[in-house]
């Protein structure tokens, strides 16, 4: 074995330039992933926030279902959008990011009501509303992106 960069090589099993190419491809999708996701969160947050100047915070909870709608199918989009072919089950993916952008926006919308009003304005019946609303949205997403796209499903 021979030391390259700190990085262990071993002639018989293959090349550290493989390895090295496949966390790169693997943390480049990943990254990607995490954006769609973080962009639908900070959406929804900038939405609700700017919502909040104009109404009461309890008249903008009202809202926040049609919000986290139109945010989570642009989370499905964009994630087909960046990927293309590099998942193979494009949908569940898409409904999986969609329920991970709804649980972060959920919690932080959350603490951010309780700093500014001093209570929790979302309980559990509406964690699971907007599950539901995440997930869906965002597999309607995915399929606009699919057709779009033209990609297989």
Known sequence: MEKIHNLTYDFTRGSVTDTVDLI?????????VAYSIFVGVLGTIFIVWFLTTFLHSHETVKFIPWIMAFNTAVT?????????????????????????NVIIAYTTLNFLFFYAEGEF?????????YLIIGI??????????????????
Do not use: E
Not at 121 to 129: A, K, M, N, V
């Open 24 to 32: 790169k491809r693997k943390s480049h999708l990943l990254g990607k």
């Open 76 to 100: 499905g989009y964009s994630l087909l959008n960046k990927t293309r072919n590099h998942f193979i089950h494009k949908q569940i993916i898409s409904t999986v990011a969609g329920a991970l």
């Open 121 to 129: 304005l979302l309980g559990r019946w509406d964690l699971i509303l």
């Open 136 to 153: 869906v949205c965002s597999g309607l997403g995915a399929l606009l992106a699919i057709k779009y796209f033209d990609l297989k499903k």
